[in-house]
């Protein structure tokens, strides 16, 4: 069966479960629309419209100066792989695709130096996984930077792994395309060529939602959660990285975050346009996917917050009421007025009983210093 016979077939069953689950196929769409609106776009159409303008800039092959050790080291020779690099790194997985795309297209990199900028430079951007994955599903920036360098530390190792062993084609730099024209680009141009981008990578992820939601609704007599997160996050990452957070599994998040999912790989082949062959890319998320699970084992002492353990323990509920800082004050300076007053009360009764009781004493002795006194029974 080719390629084309098998797309055809894909297609036809899609259709069928369009039309078979509506509602289901209706509510992808939406929920689509909305991580594209709420977290990719906010974090991806500006550094588009950077990226376009530094490409074109001269700024561009000294911006990445502090990183070029580390991209000569590793095979990229080219002075502008450093600023393609940290770029990479600030704007995600689309800003590296179209760099390296780029960068292909004026032949600069070779085939092999453009896929392991690739492997070295695709993760989830700090917007998204500091700011949404973070901040917003799990409620801690600090666990969010965490995984950020988690999953950057990751790509750095498989990097220097596949240096070594895959030699590729070191003098391929035709790339099969027109070069495009970046001298002298405006903001306008800028702004229309992210806007195609950003489109590209919006239309995957509406796509692979609604594809999601009907496999859900297809298989949810028989898939658990799990197995429905894991689906959730092979399809679109930041859905599943959303279903996982729900379950507190950082496990699973990072999960997401090493194999990037299926509309990620769409998106990267969208943006590179054969410019450079996914196979290698896909290869190394697979190593990526075991050497980011060790490290957050290796390194789960760190993870700022706590962290759900087995117990064979009764289940209870103890309620832990935290109070503003303000408020607290408040309380222990009216504790301490409470018993200062106190002690001054205790204080006075015990002085007044000391009182009376040498009253008493001096009374009985000027008594007993009367005549007769001696002797009289009281």
Request: with cysteine; aromatic share 8%; net charge positive.
């Amino acid at each position: 069966m080719n390629q084309g016979l098998m797309q055809g077939t894909a297609a036809l069953l899609l259709g069928a479960a369009v039309l078979v689950r509506p509602e289901a196929a209706a509510l992808g769409f939406g929920e689509g629309l909305r991580l594209c609106a709420g977290s990719l776009l906010p974090a991806l159409f500006p550094f588009f419209v950077v990226c376009e303008l530094l490409s074109a800039s001269p700024l561009c092959r000294w911006l990445g100066t502090p990183l070029r050790p580390l991209t000569k080291r590793l095979g990229l020779g080219a002075q502008e792989s450093g600023s393609a690099l940290l770029l990479s790194w600030l704007g995600g997985y689309a800003v590296c695709a179209r760099l390296a795309a780029g960068l292909r297209e004026r032949e600069i990199l070779s085939h092999r130096e453009a896929t392991l900028l690739l492997v070295l430079g695709c993760c989830s951007g700090p917007g998204f996984v500091v700011g949404c994955v973070g901040g917003q599903l799990l409620g801690s920036v600090s666990l969010g930077v965490f995984l950020y360098l988690l999953q950057i530390l990751s790509n750095l190792l498989v990097t220097v792994l596949l240096a070594r062993i895959w030699r590729g084609d070191r003098e391929s730099f035709a790339c099969g395309r027109t070069a495009a024209v970046h001298e002298n680009i405006t903001l306008p141009q800028a702004i229309g060529r992210a806007v195609d981008s950003s489109m590209t990578v919006c239309g995957c992820v509406v796509f692979f939602r609604i594809l999601y939601r009907l496999a859900e609704s297809l298989l949810s007599s028989q898939g658990s959660g799990a197995l429905l997160s894991f689906l959730s996050g092979f399809l679109e990452i930041s859905a599943g990285c959303a279903d996982f957070a729900q379950q507190g599994s950082l496990t699973g998040i990072c999960f997401c975050l090493s194999i990037l999912s299926l509309s990620v790989f769409a998106q990267l082949a969208a943006l590179l346009d054969g410019c450079v062959s996914l196979k290698i890319l896909g290869i190394s998320r697979i190593l990526h996917l075991a050497v980011m699970q060790v490290l957050f084992r290796l390194s789960v002492r760190l993870v700022p917050g706590s962290m759900a353990v087995f117990s064979s323990l009764a289940p209870r509920v103890i309620v832990i009421r935290r109070e503003q800082p303000d408020t607290v004050l408040a309380i222990f300076f009216f504790l301490c007025a409470a018993l200062f007053q106190l002690y001054k009360l205790c204080r006075s009764f015990y002085n007044k009983d000391k009182s009376l009781s040498v009253q008493s004493m001096k009374l009985i002795k000027n008594r007993a210093d009367f005549p007769g006194f001696r002797g009289r029974n009281l």
